[in-house]
């Protein structure tokens, strides 16, 4: 296809989507939440190199990010009591702390391209879906926005992998490009996206809806376990365990204190834990009870050993530029030379082209150094905390459930991002900002402070 081609098929399309900007930017976002799953990188369209975006969600996110300069500079569309929320603040400081260090970077191109994408990421996926998640109407169409995309892709990933042999492990880990890179990332999205689902099911709608809630529920369950990805297995599982405790409602004294004791009994049981790791010489199987456990292998599970390989890199990175790091997007184009030849893995590389940190907290650690890596915490703690404090408000009804399915799936995230690091990926960001921004609408919503005008 020829360049003239190309921009014939691309002119109508942005005409449409700069139309259903101005006639409804909540349709524009639930459009862009259904493609966000089925979106394609632009070197894999092209085969070329160079720039990369995902088409076509994030020429849509930079359109978001302008109306909502627009409606921030010009028209303050947003409520006060949103833009003076402590997320919102928080997140505000988050984002001028990667504008300090893109300034600082060693690779400032690289830097101002993450600074880009965080911005849109933000203000589409937070800001603009704050100020609209203050319907419980919105936040469900939220999920299964983004659901029915992600089914598609589940689908094609499920008929891929039959037609290789369906528990086919190594299969299973490229079966969902291009859609997804690889495996954990699609496995984190549906982990993000089965408690709401569940929560979603159980309540009162008609027999259609149900029928669609439960076909999306047991599809993403199958894609789930298919998907071979133990770090989603392990955030689902642990999460879970969170909000049966959550369920319970103990005195929220008794549930800090509980949680300060477990963080406390964790960290002086360091050593035999990793120990115990070093022991396990269970390898990654066919075999799902042997794949879950060989999560824990650190003596020869070259998945294992090349992710230490990365976190160990990550500190070196900390310890050289401990204040504003690297610069944000810097770890892959710089960690090789702080590989040491011991720690290296058949699978290491030394070219930038095989991820990050493979951790969201020490990746910020690295690259925006100790006030970045906090801000990042943060937020995550912030948004956590947030979450319980609403499901502690609400009733054992509709909306309650929905708050503890909300903080559930952050959770899964929270815990995922100790072992991989994919905001910078619109597939992720529009889940994690999206429910950030569900959870700051509904505290705003039980403080009585909504909305005067719609979006």
């Known amino acids: 296809m020829t360049g003239g081609e190309l921009l014939i098929l691309i002119i109508p399309v942005v005409l449409a989507v700069l139309l259903l900007a101005l006639l409804s930017v909540e349709h524009l976002l639930l459009l862009t939440l259904f493609l966000t799953p089925l979106s394609l990188q632009l070197s894999y369209i092209t085969g070329g190199s160079g720039i990369?975006?995902?088409?076509?969600?994030?020429?849509?996110?930079?359109?978001?990010?302008?109306?909502?300069?627009?409606?921030l500079i010009v028209t303050r569309g947003f409520p006060r009591e949103l833009l003076r929320h402590p997320m919102t603040i928080l997140i505000g400081l988050y984002l001028l702390w990667t504008l300090l260090t893109a300034l600082t970077s060693t690779m400032p191109g690289v830097s101002f391209k993450t600074l880009a994408y965080r911005l849109w990421f933000t203000a589409g996926f937070y800001?603009?879906?704050?100020?609209?998640?203050?319907?419980?109407?919105?936040?469900?169409?939220?999920?299964?926005a983004y659901a029915a995309g992600l089914a598609i892709v589940v689908v094609y990933f499920i008929v891929r992998v039959q037609g290789a042999g369906l528990f086919n492990q190594q299969f299973a880990h490229s079966a969902c490009y291009p859609f997804y890179r690889d495996h954990t990332s699609f496995g984190a999205s549906m982990a993000f996206l089965l408690p709401p689902l569940a929560v979603m099911l159980?309540?009162?709608?008609?027999?259609?809806?149900?029928w669609m809630l439960a076909f999306l529920l047991l599809l993403f369950a199958a894609g789930f376990i298919l998907s071979y990805s133990r770090a989603a297995w392990v955030s689902?599982?642990?999460?879970?365990?969170?909000?049966?405790?959550?369920w319970i409602r103990m005195p929220l004294r008794i549930l800090s204190v509980s949680a300060a004791l477990f963080t406390l009994v964790i960290a002086f049981s360091a050593n035999l834990i990793w120990q115990r790791m070093d022991s396990t010489t269970e390898d990654s199987s066919?075999?799902?009870?042997?794949?879950?456990?060989?999560?824990?292998?650190?003596?020869?599970?070259?998945?294992?050993?090349?992710?230490?390989?990365?976190?160990?890199?990550?500190?070196?990175?900390?310890?050289?530029?401990?204040?504003?790091?690297?610069?944000?997007?810097?770890?892959?184009?710089?960690y090789?030379?702080?590989?040491?030849?011991?720690?290296?893995?058949?699978?290491?590389?030394?070219f930038g082209d095989a991820g990050n940190a493979h951790s969201e907290y020490l990746g910020a650690l690295?690259?925006?150094?100790?006030?970045?890596?906090?801000?990042?915490?943060?937020?995550?703690?912030?948004?956590?905390?947030?979450?319980?404090?609403?499901?502690?408000?609400?009733?054992?009804?509709?909306?309650?459930?929905?708050?503890?399915?909300?903080?559930?799936?952050?959770?899964?995230?929270?815990?995922?991002?100790?072992?991989?690091?994919f905001l910078d990926s619109d597939k992720i960001a529009a889940l994690w900002w999206g429910f950030i921004a569900m959870i700051t609408a509904m505290d705003l919503g039980q403080k009585g402070k909504r909305p005067t005008e719609s979006l």
């Open 336 to 350: 090789a030379p702080f590989q040491k030849s011991s720690e290296r893995t058949v699978i290491s590389t030394d």
């Open 286 to 334: 066919a075999d799902l009870g042997q794949h879950l456990r060989s999560a824990s292998n650190i003596s020869t599970d070259q998945s294992n050993l090349e992710r230490i390989n990365r976190w160990k890199c990550a500190m070196r990175m900390f310890a050289e530029k401990p204040h504003a790091g690297w610069g944000p997007g810097t770890y892959q184009f710089k």
């Open 366 to 421: 690295s690259e925006s150094g100790w006030p970045g890596a906090m801000l990042f915490i943060a937020v995550t703690l912030l948004a956590v905390i947030m979450g319980i404090r609403v499901w502690y408000r609400e009733e054992r009804g509709a909306a309650g459930y929905f708050s503890l399915a909300i903080v559930t799936g952050l959770i899964t995230y929270a815990v995922h991002g100790v072992m991989n690091s």
């Open 127 to 144: 800001l603009v879906a704050a100020r609209l998640a203050y319907s419980a109407r919105f936040r469900e169409r939220y999920i299964i």
């Open 236 to 246: 689902l599982i642990a999460a879970a365990l969170i909000a049966l405790i959550l």
């Open 52 to 71: 990369d975006l995902s088409i076509p969600t994030e020429p849509v996110m930079a359109l978001l990010l302008l109306i909502t300069l627009f409606r």
């Open 202 to 210: 159980t309540g009162r709608s008609s027999a259609v809806r149900r």
